[in-house]
């Protein structure tokens, strides 16, 4: 039986081998190796509940050799990957009738030169040596599956399931090879600590801290990408902590270390970075939020919203202040931290959705926070208006900004936005709030007022978009009869 640290491995593997036993026995055939391996052996092995693995799997066989095996196997084939060893598959699960992605992938040994942002690929003739490049020893595990006999074999040099078991995180050979072969890993880390509670060794810390200004040669879509992975995973508080405690953070993100020096008396904390972290944590999946689930409220974009509480508070150390009486302020940090989180996120090359969603949050994260001193229906209207879109998103946000540990305070905060919400719910069932608009369109103004396009037009739209945000819906006569008068009195 195939063993895992000394035990039995349980009936889960079963499923997947028996879905790869056809396109396993196509390249021993020809003569070949076929393994899976890295991220999918260690989830299995794990048992986390995760079934949706896309099935990596590693081969002696070159491009040209492995696309001869698929074929007849596959119902399509890409070859995006090709000159860096991948062939990716779709196939049909015949016993689920899910359609399954495959990437196979020669073994092969890559590396960065000093300057350089894209690897060097140099393909491999053994298992053992692919292993060596993979970056930690979770992940340079591999299951053969054209093996002698019945049952498949795990090949494990670097004891990747003993360090799995322990919850530790080390690379196969020494860090500094590993981080210096791709220095995208130092961040990986990160997400490995925060998504599986590893603990890394001390000479993995080490090398990550004298080795961070080596991220720069990553391209900065690769970074982007590997922080959008960490920010969804579901408690990323250790993982943005490494980031931070190892200078990571300094090389693509030096705002998060800046907000560490900032004492934050409003949230009390020790300083602002430790409240943001807090909010990004509060932020929660839409499982964990039962008005979603039971279709009571509408799903919110949880890595917009996570990113948004992230960035929501970095304007504060630029606008640190101290006023008599009242400690310290940070007047307009929400504006002067939109304008930081824009130039950050257009530098991570976010796309430009990503980068004016999460930016409008920054810059309407404390509007809110007027409403303790009542809003009219109008106030409302507006609320919903400049939200927009991101409605959902900005009611989440500003409910995950209460860190404090002052029950009677959260619990008023929570009131408060629930009164809101209920007000919003009330006037979009009179109004349909989430259309709001004025009750004339352009071109039964040019009509009615006999005018032609042009700026006046313009302006009688906004006299009317008032009204509308004012008074709500108040009728065709009543809103053309108003027109009337404005364009009179003009």
């Not at 490049?133 to 004891?159: H, I, Q, W």
């Not at 404390?366 to 998103?393: C, I, K, N």
Request: net charge negative.
């Amino acid at each position: 039986m195939l063993q895992y640290a000394g035990c039995v491995i349980p009936e889960r593997f079963e499923p997947v081998l028996r879905e790869l036993a056809p396109l396993a026995e196509r390249f021993r055939a020809a003569g070949h190796r076929l393994y899976l391996v890295g991220g999918t052996v260690r989830d299995l092995l794990l048992a986390d509940g995760k079934t949706d693995f896309d099935l990596d799997l590693t081969t002696d066989a070159r491009p040209p050799q492995i696309k001869a095996c698929l074929e007849g196997w596959a119902d399509a084939v890409w070859t995006q990957g090709e000159k860096f060893g991948t062939i990716g598959a779709h196939k049909k699960n015949l016993e689920t009738g899910d359609v399954r992605p495959y990437e196979i992938t020669t073994f092969r040994a890559e590396a960065y030169t000093d300057d350089s942002r894209k690897p060097h690929v140099v393909f491999a003739d053994e298992i053992d040596a692919d292993l060596g490049r993979r970056d930690f020893t979770v992940n340079a595990m591999a299951l053969e599956l054209t093996s002698d006999g019945d049952t498949p074999e795990l090949v494990d040099p670097y004891n990747g399931a003993v360090d799995l078991l322990q919850r530790v995180l080390r690379t196969p050979l020494g860090p500094d090879i590993s981080f210096s072969d791709d220095p995208l890993r130092m961040l990986r880390a990160a997400r490995f600590i925060a998504r599986y509670q590893f603990e890394p060794t001390d000479e993995l810390l080490a090398a990550v801290r004298e080795m961070a200004p080596r991220l720069e040669i990553v391209s900065a879509e690769r970074v982007r990408d590997e922080l959008d992975k960490l920010i969804v995973v579901d408690h990323p508080a250790a993982g943005l902590w490494f980031l931070v405690d190892t200078g990571l953070a300094d090389q693509f993100l030096p705002e998060l270390p800046n907000m560490r020096l900032e004492h934050d008396p409003i949230h009390r904390h020790k300083d602002v970075l430790t409240h943001s972290i807090a909010v990004v944590e509060n932020v929660r999946p839409h499982a964990e939020h039962p008005a979603i689930v039971a279709g009571e409220r509408e799903p919110f974009d949880f890595r917009i919203t996570r990113l948004a509480a992230l960035f929501h508070d970095v304007g504060k150390p630029k606008t640190r202040g101290y006023l008599p009486g009242k400690g310290t302020t940070f007047h307009h940090h929400d504006a002067v931290g939109a304008r930081i989180t824009k130039k950050r996120m257009t530098k991570l090359k976010y796309s430009n959705a990503d980068v004016n969603a999460v930016t409008e949050l920054v810059a309407l994260h404390l509007r809110f926070h007027t409403y303790s001193m009542g809003w009219s229906d109008s106030a409302v209207r507006r609320y919903v208006r400049d939200a927009g879109p991101l409605l959902q998103e900005l009611n989440v946000l500003t409910r995950c900004d209460c860190t404090t540990r002052n029950e009677k305070k959260a619990a008023r905060l929570s009131r408060r936005m629930d009164e809101l919400e209920e007000r919003i719910d009330e006037l979009e069932a009179a109004e349909e709030l989430a259309a709001l608009r004025p009750e004339m369109d352009g071109n039964q103004v040019i009509e009615h007022l006999g005018i032609t396009p042009g700026r006046e037009v313009g302006e009688a739209m906004k006299f009317l978009m008032e009204i509308r945000l004012e008074e709500g819906i108040i009728g065709d006569t009543e809103i053309r009869e108003r027109l009337d008068a404005w364009h009179a009195a003009r």
